[in-house]
């Protein structure tokens, strides 16, 4: 099996480091103003929130193996795996929060990412 080069290794951490501090900047966003379990859709952020955090390897270590064209789906933990993706940061966070210039409009949320351009979707 071929290690990863330098330049592959930086790549890696970097996607590892980026969809942690996305994430916990997630939860701390998501929990202003709820009860949890109680007010899911009371916050800056509606409905319900699936983390990932641990799980950054994962996702970076099957991504960094994949072609472009490669076609990916994720569970309803899909961050750490959108980010190794590719998948456009700021329209990314744009759909977590609702909004229109989310990937759909803001109408999928967290679980139903979808970006057809890097070949990413979620199942929610």
Same mark, same amino acid.
């Given at each position: &099996? *071929?290690?990863?080069?330098? @330049?592959?290794?930086l790549w890696m951490y970097e996607q590892m480091l980026t969809s942690?501090? &996305?994430?916990? @900047?997630?939860?701390r966003?998501? &929990?202003?103003?709820? *009860?949890?379990?109680?007010n899911m859709a009371k916050g800056p952020i509606p409905g319900?929130? +699936?983390? @990932?955090?641990?799980?950054?390897?994962c996702a970076?270590?099957?991504?960094a193996h994949l072609e472009a064209a490669d076609i990916v789906t994720a569970t309803h933990r899909p +961050? +750490?795996?959108?980010?190794?993706?590719?998948?456009?940061?700021n329209e990314m966070m744009a759909e977590i929060f609702g909004?229109? *210039?989310?990937l759909s409009g803001g109408r999928g949320g967290? &679980? +139903?990412l979808f970006d057809g351009r890097v070949n990413f979707s979620c199942s929610g």
């Amino acid at each position: &099996m *071929t290690q990863p080069n330098n @330049s592959q290794r930086l790549w890696m951490y970097e996607q590892m480091l980026t969809s942690r501090y &996305m994430e916990e @900047s997630i939860e701390r966003i998501y &929990m202003e103003g709820k *009860t949890p379990v109680f007010n899911m859709a009371k916050g800056p952020i509606p409905g319900e929130m +699936h983390l @990932s955090n641990g799980q950054e390897p994962c996702a970076v270590g099957v991504c960094a193996h994949l072609e472009a064209a490669d076609i990916v789906t994720a569970t309803h933990r899909p +961050h +750490h795996i959108a980010v190794a993706k590719g998948v456009d940061l700021n329209e990314m966070m744009a759909e977590i929060f609702g909004k229109a *210039t989310g990937l759909s409009g803001g109408r999928g949320g967290h &679980m +139903h990412l979808f970006d057809g351009r890097v070949n990413f979707s979620c199942s929610g």
